[in-house]
């Protein structure tokens, strides 16, 4: 009788997982169910859709001596755990009634009535204790026992005869502890699987914090005493993140904001705490939106903090912050390589500024958008990769928007070249072959910045022999004068008509090669030898400069 019984509640429990894995796949439902919305409304909803799921239990449960064996407990506590009190009364008062009504005349049906009302109570007061700490299965099995051993008081004490109540209860009792605790440790895993997906979240929080670092980079560079470019890079967060608010601050004041009105002093507390330990903080919101909470983080220029970054998020006694407190942090190293650039005034030669300029503005949004779709693919595929390559993307762009110097030594441009390779490598799996030939001496020479790896770029996105077989080769040498660098591909070479505008010094249309060349001449003169060859076997760009740079830099 027992291995029938616990035959049948695994059945009802497969069931109930399966329900389980698809509300989880309904938009409408993922952000109530992550735990992002608590407004009341939704926790009703939720009270519903459980309650519901609870009064199926009923309908596939089992008869056994004139009662219905079943898995209500699981729903029923699941609607608090996930939904909170309210939830959990609501599933446990709809189902606990509909018990009754299932069979008013049944020996058990008040006792299981009344006791699937206390699976909703005992569900919501797990929603308290959990909230402060966090949840495991052997917690998950506790509540069951819990559960069950209720309902079996309940029975002892309600149902009539009391020797009919005792023979049902030495009959189910530990059939259902033992299945219905399986059950509900199934059930909250699929609907925590929200939560744990959280390297996929993270990697699209990290794509987003790009995006929205790239639309706001041309209001940063006037630095953080610049309110107007501030308060556009704080609507542009706003626009960006729904449902999350902005605001910047200096030292000693909040100096923009989109979304709501901090006032100017005292400084916010996340704030001023995020500025004194140099580290991203979190704290409830005091508002009068108790459902939300508050993150800051330091905003950096020259290795000081110069002021801080505040998101106000949406939020919830179980939220998991991991993927809002990512977002702020990349964001603020962002911003923190942008203001620097502003901070740090350089008197540059506008026409060099220029060149220079049009090409960063040139690699950024080609390469950013390339390495965000690969970033996306592998989202999918391999999370831990995303999570790496995101944060050698970052790295890259780190270290081109903060270029402040008009030569870098070569060790720093082939990191960069490095960086570029490893996005692309992740791109094009398998298929990208790079041979080396570097000198042992990788300071002698200083270049100007963003040299190598345009050609670098060009070499990889042009010179392939298929699309899976890439080969590129990077020769420098250096002799006691001079450098001599070339790149060579084995692609199908350069097309007549590209190679006529790169020699054609008006051509607004080809800005890789051609700014590298063009900037390498304005720097150097007739110093740099600078040559394309092209055959229908590859191409190999190639120059050469004097390994100790002129006394007049491009930068001033």
Do not use: W
Request: hydrophobic fraction near 45%; charged fraction near 20%; glycine fraction near 6%.
């Amino acid at each position: 009788m027992q291995n029938s019984l616990s035959f049948s509640l695994i059945l009802n429990i497969s069931l109930l997982v399966l329900v389980a894995t698809i509300l989880t796949e309904v938009k409408p439902l993922r952000m109530i169910l992550k735990r992002q919305d608590r407004s009341v409304r939704n926790q009703l909803l939720l009270g519903l859709i459980f309650g519901l799921l609870s009064i199926s239990g009923t309908y596939t449960g089992i008869a056994v001596q004139g009662a219905v064996v079943n898995t209500r407990v699981v729903s029923t506590v699941a609607a608090g755990l996930v939904g909170g009190p309210i939830s959990g009364v609501c599933a446990g008062l709809l189902s606990g009634v509909h018990r009754y009504l299932y069979d008013p005349h049944g020996f058990t049906s008040l006792a299981c009535a009344v006791g699937t009302f206390c699976f909703g109570v005992i569900g919501a007061l797990g929603f308290r204790i959990y909230s402060r700490r966090r949840r495991d299965t052997v917690d998950l099995v506790l509540l069951t026992v819990t559960a069950e051993l209720v309902q079996c008081v309940l029975i002892l004490a309600l149902a009539h005869p009391f020797s009919a109540a005792v023979e049902l209860e030495h009959t189910i009792l530990l059939p259902k502890m033992l299945v219905n605790s399986v059950g509900l440790i199934s059930f909250m895993h699929i609907l925590d699987r929200l939560n744990r997906d959280l390297t996929l979240e993270l990697a699209e929080q990290q794509a987003l914090a790009l995006l929205i670092a790239q639309e706001c980079l041309p209001y940063l560079r006037g630095g953080i005493s610049n309110r107007v470019g501030l308060q556009r890079a704080a609507d542009i967060v706003r626009a960006k993140l729904p449902g999350f608010c902005t605001a910047f601050t200096d030292r000693e004041r909040v100096l923009a904001a989109s979304g709501f009105s901090p006032a100017e002093t005292p400084l916010p507390v996340p704030a001023a705490e995020a500025m004194a330990r140099s580290c991203t903080v979190s704290s409830p919101s005091h508002s009068d939106t108790p459902a939300r909470a508050v993150l800051a983080a330091p905003l950096r220029a020259d290795d000081k903090v110069i002021g801080s970054l505040i998101l106000s998020v949406p939020a919830g006694p179980n939220l998991i912050l991991d993927a809002d407190v990512r977002t702020i942090e990349s964001l603020s190293q962002f911003f923190s390589a942008m203001l620097e650039l502003g901070e740090t005034e350089h008197q540059i030669a506008l026409r060099k500024q220029a060149e220079f300029r049009a090409l960063q503005s040139q690699i950024n949004p080609h390469f950013l958008f390339n390495a965000l779709n690969t970033i996306s693919a592998l989202c999918l595929t391999d999370p831990d990769r995303a999570c790496d390559t995101i944060l050698v993307l970052a790295r890259y762009f780190r270290q081109t928007l903060t270029i402040n110097e008009p030569f870098v030594p070569l060790e720093q441009e082939l990191s960069n070249v490095d960086n570029y390779l490893l996005l692309t490598e992740a791109r094009f799996e398998g298929a990208l072959h790079v041979e080396r030939q570097l000198p042992d001496d990788l300071h002698a020479l200083r270049l100007p910045p963003l040299i190598l790896q345009p050609i670098v770029e060009n070499a990889v996105r042009h010179g392939f022999v298929s699309v899976d077989d890439r080969r590129v080769s990077l020769s420098i040498r250096q002799d006691d004068e001079r450098a001599y660098i070339r790149v060579s591909d084995q692609g199908p070479g350069f097309p007549p008509e590209v190679l006529r505008r790169l020699e054609d010094p008006n051509d607004p249309t080809y800005t890789g090669l051609f700014n590298v060349r063009k900037r390498l001449r304005s720097i150097y003169g007739s110093q740099c030898v600078f040559t394309i060859s092209s055959t229908p076997q590859g191409s190999t760009v190639s120059f050469s400069i004097p390994l100790v740079p002129p006394q007049t830099p491009e930068f001033h």
